[in-house]
C-alpha cells in the first residue's frame, strides 16, 4: 500500500500543497478555491489538533513553492 501523497503526486495537472500553519492553511484554502485547476490541500492532523493561532480572514496565499528553513549542506549529503 502506498500513502495517499504518493499517489497523488502522479495526477497530471494537479497543484498539491500543505501547510505549516493555521494562517497558512486558512490562505492556501481560499487561494485553491479561487484557482481554476484542480488542487489538493494535504493537512496534518497534528497540525489540527496542536498548533492554535490567529487567522487573517482576508489573506490569500500564493500557490507557489515556500522555502521554511534551509537545510545546511551536511543533512544534505547525509541524505
Do not use: W
Request: charged content about 20%; hydrophobic content about 40%; glycine content about 8%.
Amino acid at each position: 500500500s502506498q500513502p495517499l501523497h504518493a499517489y497523488i503526486m502522479g495526477v497530471p495537472g494537479l497543484k498539491i500543497a500543505t501547510a505549516a500553519s493555521p494562517e497558512a492553511a486558512y490562505g492556501i484554502t481560499k487561494s485553491m478555491i479561487r484557482d481554476d485547476g484542480p488542487c489538493f490541500l494535504i493537512f496534518p492532523v497534528k497540525l489540527m489538533k496542536e498548533i492554535k493561532g490567529t487567522v487573517n480572514l482576508g489573506q490569500c496565499m500564493p500557490l507557489k513553492a515556500a522555502l521554511l528553513h534551509k537545510a545546511s549542506d551536511e543533512s544534505v549529503k547525509s541524505g
